[in-house]
């Protein structure tokens, strides 16, 4: 079971305690009317699944509730930061994005 | 005299303890602190149980969890039957009773044995090839009729237990500083070294006794005491100490991610008369700042033809019996040692009394510091010489000598009776956790094994002694203090142990040792009766890496994992293809180390624990009244209400008819609830539900529809407003922990500037639907402060008010199609309220309905019940439902997908009524529509059945489908094609009932 | 006019709660007023008579009233039963018309105290959180799991720990910490 840092509650916690929600980063177009068909489609389902540092949404649903942004490793398993809902993506020090 | 092989005196037995056991029916006598082993051994029993294949006699092979061959049943009584325990692990107590496994129909005459006669069949890819064999009596006949049953009631190994499991299994949760995993030396040592410190500490060891191998020596001195003295001593501090968690008998079984670490303590088993409310095993789940572990190393067989006749063991297995448990496991013994422990076994067992007859040394140049002493102790030592064959059917009787390197041929070396032969292969570092976190391994020429290399990411950990392949008592012990204070984060400088009578040499060989003559078998995994020449096989037949090599032979695939038989394996397939070890390959260590009960994985949730069940304040007067319930989600809803003699179809269809000609009460309080209140509460709510709210007035009410952001139906309910910032919105009961999700979404992350809080208040409210013609009747001598009269108080209103002298909230909503009100009571009113209520629709010939007369109720109106008659395609035009859309709305969630091409194209499904020609019929929900009749297999169907009753009102069947084009089509005829024939249907508009809906206002 | 008025049933009547002589027992902490708070803690001023607390994980409690942190913009207050209608009235004006929200949740749940010397090893069997003092010290609170549960735990005394729970799920929780009793010592 991963551990998680929850942002708001400033402690890790274990996995069964949130909620995976999907790719961050991803803001809904603030007027959907004018977006196209095919950029619509693309809000909707088109996602990057990359290997390696994935930016995605959580919540902490059995715990303070809050939304929040991880950025984890999808070849590790590892959560390298956590940070708030709608604050922009952080840089990471050290370790290499992508995994091999 | 518990055994008759017993040594004069020593060893951790206590002599003073009698035990009474029985092995297979007969009766023995053992000492307490033995286990079954060595019980078995010191009453002269080494034949204990038969091959997984061959059914070849088997003995004891190992004194610890390594065991792949004494594999027992122990049978506690009813439910209480444990399959596949080792001999070695289970701890004797009086009055065990131990049956042996995989014969019949006894361990002496066992008739499977005639499998060693056809052994060729058995051979390497045996079950693969039979899997794959050929389709003469088509597909694998022989494998359904022939191979399969044959090979499942020849290769029990122990029986699963046929009754529920009577026993209680624990669960705890556990954090700590430092996680020691084994008590040997170095885990000792490092628990120690981190308990100074003042860390929280927790040392489990698999054994009952903590020590580990220090358990097992004689001669050995730490710091001027005995060892056993020693480990005494070091686990009094340990106990002192408020901060350490000692569990003997724990076995750590897992090793996850970021330190999470599974262990499975015993509780009971080793009770002879446990208290049967105490739990059996607990799990134990620790998340460990650090992890030192010090699993130690296991000895490797010697790998010589016949090599697996009972009374051949491992050196350590035989210091063992002699020095910890006073048992000699034989009179006249050979020792075949590639490495110190077995020069070691000699001289214990010389000075045991039991006669040693040779140490055969298999390596050429190969001399232990330990060689001289064997010599002045009157013993042959031979260097260079390794045994070509073995004699004895049930009991070794004697072994052949030859020169070391005649591998395959014939040797005519001496015999050397014996009844005892101590094998010292070397021996092999335990990285199962190591590897089992994810740890990198990496070949050491040096120590001739894989040793830990890279840690994985987020595992702080550290091994230390024997599993990183530093041997040795001092070593040992000095390694693990410089672990335990690494871990706590203090400088490794420690203390070093001064230790007498160490030994140093473990590295041994590998790989196979002469194959021997035609006929004989030289067996490199016991537990699975893989052989040299499987392995062979498997290498010509073209299988390179190593996890093939596993997969076609079943080498290492046992219930023993190749403990003891995976170093052997790897270089056997190494030599043959002419490779490095390293470059071969090493197969994944899995969990668990060990098996583990299910028991102990599922602790409390089973039965009444498996799940919680939720249920309404009102759920205890439904039971009462008999009502049958079914499950929604977690809750227990009442379903019907039968009456004497009444079945389902007979209560539902009175509970119909007495709704909608009198009055019927509903318990709706598994409704979800959200109280979404705030300044721009309305706006949020126009947001996120297809209606327009900003103009809804306060006190009304209005349906709601939410879709997902794709455009489909995903919940739907009532939703009221309370005052000019507060709203009072229902949900789904399936639906109410999603939508509640799916609102904190959009209020945290995509409209952030909404001043809006959203509070479940699910269990806040009891809720007792009234409906029916006399419902006003029937609440009004119960309200007060509140005019529920048709004018003021018209349907789709709320209002607060009072019902019994409680507070409520008051609505007046249908989803029956007759004049209803849903009344919310503060919960822990609701089973008064409810009685309440009951009371005054008795005077009113009304009656109580569940969940089914509900279904039915609505169906007749046409309402759908979202996850029925939506499943995530379905839009709100597809039911009908586009006339819910707020007039002029930009936007709201979903609103923009309903314009993408595949929205609005034709032949979508819609929602439309069906009406069998046979009125009696009733469709099967799920069931498909098609056009004309009897369709050709594969074509497409246009829709599908979502919902089929009878209706009591209609007095006749109904039912509601998604059909391709479905408003269209109202007017024609389809079918439902079913086994016993096609049903034709009329295609009608979805209201079955009253369509002005004039009843509503009554 | 109603001439019947209605008791107030407790989800745990009838329930006989378990304890372990020694090591731990559970008891109903009785009906309470409760109320949620979302919103800026600033605007209740002193309306609850408590400070709502702004460190994640703290609650505040004093004279029988308590504020819980369950999240940054969400608190529990708990007050005695008696006190709900006076405080409803109170923390209602003094809200009015600012942009927050106040729910009565008084009936949604049902609170439990568990207390002993072996509270921890009791609780430790579903909830997976290091409750040791030095992590989990006296007066700090959490949304959490219990086993397959969701519960607010909240430690009120070195022994002590107040437990939270959804009215249908607390059958679950009785049950699960009865059946958890047998496994401490």
Redesign the interface.
């Not at chain 1, 708001?8 to 402690?11: A, D, G, L, S």
């Not at chain 1, 649903?61 to 939304?67: D, E, L, Q, Y």
């Given at each position: 079971?991963?551990?998680i840092t929850c942002p708001?509650?400033?402690?890790a916690?274990?996995e069964?305690?949130f909620?995976y929600?999907g790719e961050a980063h991803i803001?809904?177009?603030l007027?959907?009317?004018t977006?196209s068909?095919d950029d619509?489609?693309a809000f909707?389902y088109m996602r990057t699944n990359p290997k390696g540092l994935h930016a995605e949404?959580w919540?902490h649903?059995?715990?303070?509730?809050?939304?929040f942004n991880a950025l984890r490793n999808t070849v590790?398993?590892?959560i390298l930061k956590t940070y708030p809902?709608?604050t922009p993506r952080p840089g990471l020090g050290a370790p290499a994005e992508g995994g091999r | 005299m518990a055994g008759l092989h017993r040594t004069n005196g020593g060893g951790r037995v206590d002599r003073t303890k009698r035990l009474s056991f029985t092995f297979d029916g007969k009766a023995y006598e053992g000492f307490a602190g033995d286990k079954l082993a060595s019980a078995l051994l010191a009453n002269g029993v080494h034949l204990v149980g038969r091959s997984y294949k061959y059914h070849r006699p088997r003995g004891i092979l190992s004194a610890g969890a390594e065991e792949p061959n004494a594999l027992v049943t122990v049978d506690r009584g009813r439910g209480r039957t444990a399959p596949n325990l080792r001999a070695t692990q289970v701890e004797l107590y009086d009055g065990l009773v131990a049956e042996s496994q995989n014969r019949w129909p006894s361990l002496a005459y066992d008739f499977g044995a005639v499998n060693s006669l056809f052994s060729p069949l058995l051979a390497a890819g045996f079950y693969y090839k039979t899997f794959m064999g050929p389709r003469l009596l088509g597909s694998n006949w022989a494998w359904h009729k022939i191979y399969e049953p044959l090979i499942r009631r020849a290769a029990g190994l122990g029986k699963a237990p046929s009754l529920p499991d009577p026993d209680r299994y624990a669960n705890r949760f556990a954090h700590c500083d430092v996680l020691v995993i084994g008590a040997g030396p170095a885990g000792l040592a490092a628990a120690l070294a981190a308990a100074e410190a003042g860390a929280r500490v927790i040392l489990c060891d698999e054994q009952a006794e903590l020590g580990g191998s220090l358990l097992s020596e004689w001669s050995v001195e730490i710091d001027g005491v005995p060892a056993s003295s020693w480990v005494d001593e070091a686990v009094r501090t340990l106990a002192a100490s408020s901060r350490v968690t000692l569990l003997p008998r724990t076995q750590a079984f897992g090793y996850?991610?970021?330190n999470?670490v599974a262990l499975a303590e015993r509780l009971t088993d080793h009770l002879g008369n446990p208290d049967p409310a105490a739990p059996r095993e607990r799990l134990w789940q620790v998340?460990a700042k650090e992890v030192v572990l010090a699993t130690g190393a296991i000895e490797r067989p010697i790998v010589f033809p016949d090599n697996d006749r009972p009374g051949i063991m491992l050196a350590d297995a035989a210091r063992t019996y002699v020095n910890r448990y006073g048992v000699r496991p034989g009179l006249r013994a050979v020792v075949i040692a590639a490495c110190d422990s077995g020069y070691a076994a000699a001289l214990d067992l010389h000075r045991a009394g039991t006669a040693v007859a040779m140490v055969i040394d298999p390596r050429a140049n190969g001399d232990s510091g330990l060689a001289g002493s064997v010599r002045a102790a009157g013993i042959e030592v031979q260097i260079g010489a390794t045994v070509t064959a073995t004699r004895g059917s049930q009991r070794v009787s004697a072994v052949q000598i030859g020169r070391a390197g005649t591998e395959g041929r014939a040797s005519t070396g001496e015999w050397v009776p014996c009844d005892h032969v101590v094998m010292a292969g070397g021996w092999t570092p335990s990285v199962h956790l190591f590897s089992q976190s994810r740890g990198k391994l990496a070949w050491s020429d040096d120590a001739q094994a894989f040793l830990p290399s890279a840690i994985?990411?987020?595992q702080a950990q550290r091994s230390a002694g024997a599993c990183r392949g530093v041997f040795g008592v001092a070593a040992a012990l000095d390694d693990g203090f410089a672990a335990g204070r690494a871990a706590v984060g203090r400088e490794p400088l420690g203390r070093t142990f001064k230790v007498t009578h160490d030994i140093t040499d473990f590295r041994g060989i590998a790989g196979s040792h002469g194959a021997g003559a035609r006929g004989s078998k030289a067996f490199v995994d016991f537990q699975h009766d893989v052989t040299v020449r499987d392995l062979k096989l498997a290498a010509q037949e073209g299988f390179r890496a190593i996890e093939h090599v596993k997969r076609y032979t079943t080498t290492g695939m046992a219930t023993d994992q190749g403990k003891t038989s995976n170093i052997n394996a790897l270089a056997i397939v190494a030599d043959h293809l002419g490779k490095p070890i390293p470059e071969v390959g090493l197969t994944t260590f899995r969990q668990p180390y060990t098996p583990v009960t299910f028991g102990t994985i599922a602790g409390a949730s089973r039965g009444d624990l498996f799940d919680p069940v939720r249920r309404t304040p009102c759920d205890a007067w439904a039971q009462a009244q008999g009502a049958m319930f079914e499950d929604v989600g977690a809750w227990k809803r009442a379903h019907y209400f039968p009456q004497a003699g009444e079945d389902m179809h007979t209560a539902v269809a009175r509970e119909c008819r007495t709704v909608r000609s009198a009055v019927g009460m509903f318990d709706a309080s598994t409704l979800g609830k959200i109280e979404v209140v705030g300044p721009d509460a309305a706006e949020f709510l126009e947001r996120l539900y297809i209606n327009s709210f900003q103009k809804l007035g306060v006190g009304r009410c209005r349906y709601g529809v939410l879709l997902n952001?794709?455009g489909f139906i995903i919940d739907d309910g009532v939703i009221g407003r309370i005052a000019a910032d507060r709203f009072h919105v229902t949900t789904t009961t399936g639906g109410a922990a999603r939508v509640l999700?799916m609102m904190?979404?959009y209020a945290?992350?995509?409209f952030?500037d909404l001043k809006v809080w959203l509070t479940s208040t699910t269990e806040q409210w009891a809720v007792i639907a009234v409906q029916g013609p006399r419902a006003r009747d029937v609440l009004a001598p119960l309200v007060d402060g509140v005019d529920i009269g048709a004018t003021d108080f018209p349907h789709m209103s709320v209002k607060a008010g009072r019902i019994c002298g409680v507070d409520a909230r008051i609505f007046r909503v249908s989803f029956t199609g007759e004049l209803g009100f849903e009344i919310n009571v503060p919960a822990d009113f609701g089973a008064d309220v409810w009685e309440a209520v009951w009371r005054e629709v008795q005077k009113h010939g009304g009656c109580a309905y569940g969940t089914e007369s509900m279904h039915v109720l609505r169906a007749e109106k046409g309402f759908i019940i979202v996850g029925q008659e939506t499943d995530g395609t379905v839009t709100p035009d597809d039911v009908g439902l586009g006339w819910a859309t707020g007039k002029g709305k930009?936007?709201f969630v979903g609103?923009?997908?309903l314009s993408?091409?595949d929205m609005v194209r034709s032949g979508r499904k819609q929602l439309v009524g069906l009406l069998t020609a046979d009125p009696k019929r009733v469709l099967e929900e799920g069931s498909q529509v098609v056009e004309g009749l009897r369709p050709p297999a594969g074509t497409p169907a246009l829709g599908h059945v979502t919902s089929a009753y009878w209706s009591e009102a209609l007095g006749r069947s109904i039912a509601l489908a998604l059909v391709a084009d479905g408003r269209t089509r109202i007017g024609t005829r389809l079918n439902v094609p079913m086994p016993d024939g096609d049903v034709a249907v009329d295609v009608v508009t979805p209201v079955f009932l009253d369509p002005k809906g004039e009843r509503l206002n009554g | 006019m109603a001439d019947q008025i209605a008791r107030r049933r407790s989800v745990l009547d009838g329930w006989a709660l378990p304890s372990r002589a020694g090591l731990a027992s559970l008891t109903n902490a009785g009906t309470a007023a409760r109320f949620v708070y979302r919103g800026a803690p600033e605007l209740v001023g002193d309306a609850f008579g408590v400070s709502l607390p702004t460190v994640?994980?703290r609650a505040h409690a004093q004279s029988g009233r308590a504020a819980l942190w369950?999240?940054?913009d969400?608190w529990l207050l708990l007050s005695a039963e008696a006190d709900g209608s006076t405080l409803a009235v109170a923390l209602s004006s003094a809200l009015n018309g600012k942009p927050a929200a106040l729910v009565d949740i008084s009936h949604r749940q049902v609170g439990l105290i568990v207390s002993g010397s072996s509270v921890e090893a009791l609780l430790n069997a579903g909830c997976?959180?290091d409750l040791d003092m030095t992590t989990f010290p006296v007066g700090m609170c959490?949304?959490?799991?219990l086993a397959k549960a969701?519960i607010v735990l909240w430690r009120t005394a070195g022994d002590t720990f107040r437990i939270e729970v959804a009215r249908s799920f607390a059958p679950y929780i009785v049950a699960l910490l009865d059946e958890a009793m047998h496994g401490i010592a």
């Open positions: 079971m991963l551990l708001y509650c400033c402690t916690r274990p069964s305690e909620r929600s803001a809904r177009p007027e959907p009317a977006v068909d619509w489609a909707l949404r919540r649903i059995h715990g303070c509730g809050r939304f590790t398993d590892q809902a709608g | 996850f991610a970021q999470f998340r994985a990411p987020g952001e794709a999700h904190e979404d945290q992350t995509e952030p930009r936007d609103m923009r997908s993408r091409p | 994640p994980l369950l999240g940054p969400e997976s959180l959490t949304r959490t799991l969701e």
